[in-house]
Structure formats: structure tokens, C-alpha cells
């Protein structure tokens, strides 16, 4: 079981910039890819970026050029670094993370609660 826990949330003016954080339970070099998504009220749930364990990195392209994610294999953490903020990144940001399963053709998936970012014109 892993527990993911994100922090840094908040309230930005448009322009401004957040640095998202996201504590796992476990050694991060065990789990697969991490991720973050963002789901805004009435709106599908998105992927926003994704770090793998040999820290290949992919965007959003709404957010490519803006948001930098990383991984911190000693404190295991994974960040959002988000810049360049405007008021259509408002949304509660998950962290989430993959892990094998008991065989090959299984994968678990854990969730974080959310941090709220609020973006303001």
C-alpha cells in the first residue's frame, strides 16, 4: 500500500508560480511512472505531467514549457514546479503513482487527496 500526500496549493495571481509537492510512503525508486493530474470543477480529470523511474519525462502540452516535474529519490518526493500561471490551471492538482502487482499483467494505481490551486486574473 502507498500513501501519497501532496502539499503547496494555494492561491496565485495570473503570472505567479507554485511549487507543487508530493510525499510517498515508500521508496519512490520501487514504483514505476508518477504523475500528476488536475481535474477542474465539471471537467474530465487530465494528465499534466509524468516522471518515470528513469526520470524520462512527458507534458501536457497546455503545460509544456511552464511546469518542470522531478523526482527526489532521497526525501521520496516528486514536485510540480509550475510557471507562468494563468486562470485555466485552476483546479485541484492529484499526485499518483503505478507499481507493479503480484504479476506482470497487473498494475496498481494510488491517489493523493489533492491540493487546490486557485489561479486569479
Known amino acids: 500500500q502507498v500513501q501519497l500526500v501532496e502539499s503547496g496549493g494555494g492561491l496565485v495571481q495570473a503570472g505567479g508560480s507554485l511549487r507543487l509537492s508530493c510525499a510517498a510512503s515508500v521508496d519512490i525508486r520501487t514504483l514505476n511512472d508518477m504523475a500528476w493530474y488536475r481535474q477542474a470543477p465539471g471537467k474530465q480529470r487530465e494528465l499534466v505531467a509524468v516522471i518515470t523511474s528513469v526520470y524520462t519525462t512527458n507534458y501536457a502540452d497546455s503545460v509544456k514549457g511552464r511546469f518542470t516535474i522531478s523526482r527526489d529519490n532521497v526525501r521520496n518526493t516528486v514536485a510540480l514546479q509550475m510557471n507562468s500561471l494563468n486562470p485555466d490551471d485552476t483546479a485541484v492538482y492529484y499526485c499518483?503513482?503505478?507499481?507493479?502487482?503480484?504479476?506482470?499483467?497487473?498494475?496498481?494505481?494510488?491517489w493523493g487527496q489533492g491540493t487546490q490551486v486557485t489561479v486569479s486574473s
Open positions: 499518483n503513482a503505478r507499481e507493479d502487482g503480484d504479476t506482470f499483467l497487473d498494475e496498481n494505481e494510488y
